[in-house]
């Protein structure tokens, strides 16, 4: 996993840490995934809602990503597990491509592995950023 800046609110630290001490307990085969969501939170920058960079992808974030493969863009809003559904492109934290997503800036490039390999898309716009907009408590 790159090493890249994490921004995140205290807010939503305290959130997906819950999310995570809830799914780490239960067990299960995805153990080792959300441990390494756990060290990337370990490390990341805890800020003021307001000093987030507005092209940062935070949780519920909207964002336009491209494939970088198939040049095919997609628009995904990243969300807690209990809002996840793929019909309406909202996008688990804790799914291996949610988890590489948090953090990334517009512009990035994010990779993560999937059976068959690794994946690899493009952040080409935050579309929308709840700390941007002022809506700090999503």
Known sequence: MNQRDI????FDLARL???????????????DHLESVEHELDRAHVVDPSAVP????TMNSQ???EDVDTGLETIYTLVFPSDAGIEEK???ILAPIGTALLGAR???TVEWVVPAGARTVRIKEVLYQPEAA????L
Do not use: M, Q
């Open 134 to 137: 002022g809506d700090y408590h």
């Open 106 to 108: 517009a512009g990035e």
């Open 17 to 31: 840490r819950d999310v995570l001490k809830a799914r780490i307990s239960a067990g299960g085969r995805d153990r």
């Open 63 to 65: 964002l336009r990503i």
């Open 54 to 57: 507005h092209d940062v992808v």
């Open 90 to 92: 909202k996008l688990s």
């Open 7 to 10: 921004y995140i609110t205290e």
